[in-house]
């Protein structure tokens, strides 16, 4: 319970246009400084005021990454709770929600076409890149030894790139999917796939962030350095959850939080990391749970990434599994 005068603070911070707009916004997921300034059309001062009240009373949560922050709506709380009751009665076809959502849409499209045109340039040099900050071989053997020995029907590799994966995995599945939206990374894919003689793997072209779900049921779901391409990784996360049949699990392999701004503006990458109580909140949100994380420290000091990889299950099942 809280006190009257909280009360009408948090209904003073939501009760006005700018501010409901931005919490519609956030209701679809997290979002940046950046681009609610121009979904909105306004100044980077005047959003970042709103959204510091809104932070204030509770209704969004501000998450810091280098030169940049993201927000999304509080995970839980009085705020949460008002935050969730007002969006969710917001007229969908209100013009103005229209235009919000349009932007929005264009935006993350934007987003997309520089991910996919840094791909194209990189897809032939891109396992090289890899090796110079992530101790891969490490972090595949460790990938593997999460399947524990077994064989299951369908593996769904999604930003598959140059089929690493579905290659390295190619003992633990009878099937197995490659997703990329990237006709370069594919070429490599397949070409790698036929050179390693791994025929009961397929790549196909896709949008990752809008996946159909008739490409599952699958029984495990890889995601490996994919998420910090992507503004909300817990978007991309719920939409992987869709395609995993009852008990499937999901294996995340991403950066631990660093403050490298130059993998941001250099080679596409959008999210510094990503932390526990991020991974937590967004396989909360989409009905997973986390099973376990371990880390790989670089073996490049320089450069000082960490490589985590997260084993994530079926909430419901793992209930179940312990009632």
């Known amino acids: 319970m809280s006190g009257l005068s909280e009360l009408v ?11 409901l707009r931005l919490l519609a916004l956030l209701a679809d997921g997290d979002h940046s400084v950046k681009d609610l300034t121009e979904i909105l059309d306004q100044s980077q001062p005047r959003v970042s005021r709103h959204l510091k009240l809104l932070a204030d009373a509770g209704l969004v949560q501000r998450h810091a990454e280098g030169a940049w922050a993201y927000y999304r ?14 969006t969710a009665r917001i007229d969908p ?6 235009r919000d959502r349009m932007r929005q849409t264009e935006a993350r499209a934007e987003q997309q076409a520089l991910a996919a045109a840094y791909f194209a340039k990189v897809a032939k040099s891109w396992d090289l890149l890899k090796t110079l900050h992530v101790p891969e071989a490490a972090v595949e053997a460790a990938v593997l030894a999460e399947l524990g020995g077994r064989s299951v029907d369908l593996l769904v590799d999604l930003g598959t790139g140059t089929g690493r994966m579905l290659e390295v995995l190619a003992p633990a599945y009878m099937r197995g999917v490659g997703i990329d939206a990237s006709r370069e990374m594919l070429a ?8 390693s003689k791994v025929s009961h793997a ?14 599952g049921p699958a029984d495990v779901v890889v995601i490996h350095q994919v998420l910090h391409y992507f503004d909300d990784p817990g978007r ?6 869709r395609l995993l049949k009852s008990g499937g699990e999901i ?34 949100i989409a009905g997973l749970e986390v099973l376990s994380m371990r880390e790989f420290p670089s073996d490049t000091k320089d450069r000082g990434l960490t490589v985590c990889l997260w084993h994530l299950g079926d909430r419901n099942t793992t209930e179940q599994s312990n009632a």
């Not at 603070?9 to 501010?19: I, N, Q, S």
């Not at 709506?73 to 007002?86: F, I, K, M, V």
């Not at 397929?202 to 490409?215: E, Y």
């Open 9 to 19: 603070g948090v209904l003073k911070a939501a009760g006005e246009d700018t501010r």
């Open 73 to 86: 709506l509080a995970p839980d709380g009085q705020g949460a709770n008002l935050a969730r009751w007002l």
């Open 93 to 98: 076809n209100d013009p103005e929600r229209q």
């Open 188 to 195: 490599v894919a397949r070409s790698r796939l036929a050179a």
């Open 202 to 215: 397929q790549v196909r072209l896709g949008d990752i962030a809008a996946l159909d779900p008739a490409i």
């Open 236 to 241: 991309m996360l719920a939409q992987a959850r």
């Open 251 to 284: 294996l995340i392999v991403d950066f631990a939080p660093h403050d490298l701004e130059f993998l941001r503006s250099e080679h596409a990458h959008r999210r510094l990391g990503l932390s526990q109580e991020q991974m937590n909140g967004w396989a909360a």
